[in-house]
């Protein structure tokens, strides 16, 4: 069974396209700019049920048979969160996700703190660079210094190509650094990846005893 805590459905693969090329050149035209205002205010409502749903992503990683996967995806940008949410149902990621909108809240979300507890420990965390409040090295580098939260593995999802980002990022134990796609078809081959690796080959911390 397959559940996300985003909410609604793309119109098909051209909307996708085109609210994902707004998202990462949203100056071209004045109708790239009202399709980012209108995205903008689209997403506003995802945090809301994102917490809603939080109960029922406990329950679902609570439950010894069939014991689902629950993956963290910190990231600020809506239109970039509403995209990974869609690539990754559509290749078949069974589970639950979780969203966080910057490094603050994501070490909240991951230790179970405050709004947070009770929450379950992610199984797999996609990290974003760039984020508010606290940036997505700080958040690798204090989840990797965490004894009960180093074995978690952290996929570093961002837009820099810097050798210098790549170099800190693996310094500091990343499990790997994917540079976002800027092409749709390459955006759902990168979630098929994470899904066969991930999902398929790999034996995940923690999940022998489902």
Not at 16 to 40: E, G, K, Q, V
Not at 107 to 120: F, H, I, T, W
Not at 191 to 208: C, E, H, K, M, S
């Amino acid at each position: 069974m397959s559940v996300g805590v985003h909410v609604g459905k793309a119109n098909g693969s051209g909307n996708r396209i085109a609210r994902y090329a707004d998202a990462h050149f949203p100056y071209r035209s004045a109708d790239a700019a009202r399709l980012t205002l209108a995205l903008r205010a689209e997403c506003r409502s995802l945090a809301r049920p994102i917490r809603w749903r939080m109960e029922q992503v406990v329950a679902m990683s609570n439950n010894k048979t069939g014991k689902p996967p629950v993956i963290l995806l910190v990231e600020d940008n809506p239109a970039d969160v509403r995209l990974a949410c869609e690539v990754l149902e559509e290749a078949g990621v069974s589970g639950a996700l979780m969203i966080a909108r910057d490094g603050e809240q994501a070490l909240k979300m991951v230790r179970g703190q405050d709004e947070y507890a009770g929450s379950p420990t992610p199984d797999l965390i996609l990290l974003d660079l760039n984020l508010p409040r606290k940036s997505g090295l700080e958040v690798l580098e204090q989840l990797k210094q965490s004894p009960q939260l180093r074995r978690i593995p952290v996929l570093i999802l961002t837009t820099s190509r810097a050798d210098s980002d790549v170099l800190a990022c693996y310094d500091s134990h990343a499990n790997a650094f994917l540079t976002k796609p800027v092409d749709m078809s390459q955006f759902s081959e990168l979630a098929t990846l994470i899904r066969d690796f991930w999902f398929g080959a790999v034996q995940l911390p923690g999940r022998n005893d489902s």
